[in-house]
C-alpha cells in the first residue's frame, strides 16, 4: 500500500515545541491544515499515548502519532513534523525525538497497511535524519517518495 496523502500543508520544519504534547498537536493541527481531520484528533492522538505510553517512538528520534479511525478522521492523510529542538516522549531508548510524523486513516484495515508502509521507509537507517535536516516541503516529498 501507498503511504496515505501528503500535502505542502501537512509539512511544517523546524518547529519548536515545549514537550511531546505540543509536537503531538502541532502534527494534528497539520492533518486538520490539510483536510484530513477534524481539530480533535489532536487530542485523541494524545489520549493514546497518555493510556499506552511512548509506544509511538518507533525509532531513535523518529515518533509516528496517530489514533483510531473515528469521526474525528474526514480522509486518509500524513503530516511530518520537523523540530528545531527534539523533544522527549518518555520512551526508554528512543528519546529525544526530532521528528513526528502524524498519520490519519478513515478505517482500520488501511490504518494497519499504512503503518507498515511508512515502517518500510524508515528500513532506511539515513531517513529520519534526512527528515530532520529537510528545508523544503519538496525535499520531504523525496525522502517519503511521494508527490503533492
Same mark, same amino acid.
Given at each position: 500500500?501507498? #503511504?496515505?496523502?501528503?500535502?505542502?500543508?501537512?509539512?511544517?520544519?523546524?518547529?519548536?515545541?515545549?514537550?511531546?504534547?505540543?509536537?503531538?498537536? #502541532?502534527?494534528?493541527?497539520?492533518?486538520?491544515?490539510?483536510?484530513?481531520?477534524?481539530? !480533535?484528533?489532536?487530542?485523541?492522538?494524545?489520549?493514546?499515548?497518555?493510556?499506552?505510553?511512548?509506544?509511538?517512538?518507533?525509532?531513535? !528520534?523518529?515518533? #509516528?502519532?496517530?489514533?483510531?479511525?473515528?469521526?474525528?478522521?474526514?480522509?486518509?492523510?500524513?503530516?511530518?513534523?520537523?523540530?528545531?529542538?527534539?523533544?522527549?516522549?518518555?520512551?526508554?531508548?528512543?528519546?529525544?525525538?526530532?521528528?513526528?510524523?502524524?498519520? $490519519?486513516?478513515?478505517?482500520?484495515?488501511?490504518?494497519?497497511?499504512?503503518?507498515? $508502509?511508512?515502517?518500510?521507509?524508515?528500513?532506511?537507517? !539515513? $531517513?529520519?535524519?534526512? #527528515?530532520?535536516? $529537510?528545508?523544503?516541503?519538496?525535499?520531504?516529498?523525496?525522502?517519503?517518495?511521494? !508527490?503533492?
Amino acid at each position: 500500500m501507498a #503511504l496515505p496523502p501528503l500535502t505542502a500543508e501537512g509539512v511544517v520544519l523546524g518547529a519548536d515545541a515545549a514537550d511531546w504534547r505540543e509536537a503531538v498537536r #502541532l502534527a494534528g493541527a497539520a492533518l486538520t491544515a490539510s483536510g484530513a481531520t477534524k481539530p !480533535g484528533y489532536s487530542d485523541e492522538m494524545i489520549r493514546m499515548i497518555e493510556e499506552h505510553g511512548p509506544y509511538v517512538v518507533i525509532a531513535p !528520534g523518529l515518533a #509516528l502519532a496517530h489514533a483510531r479511525p473515528g469521526p474525528e478522521v474526514i480522509a486518509d492523510g500524513l503530516a511530518v513534523v520537523t523540530l528545531a529542538t527534539p523533544v522527549a516522549f518518555g520512551h526508554p531508548h528512543n528519546d529525544p525525538v526530532s521528528v513526528v510524523l502524524g498519520l $490519519a486513516i478513515s478505517n482500520s484495515d488501511a490504518h494497519l497497511a499504512s503503518i507498515a $508502509a511508512i515502517a518500510n521507509i524508515f528500513n532506511d537507517s !539515513g $531517513a529520519i535524519a534526512a #527528515l530532520s535536516g $529537510a528545508s523544503t516541503p519538496a525535499q520531504v516529498f523525496d525522502i517519503l517518495g511521494v !508527490g503533492e
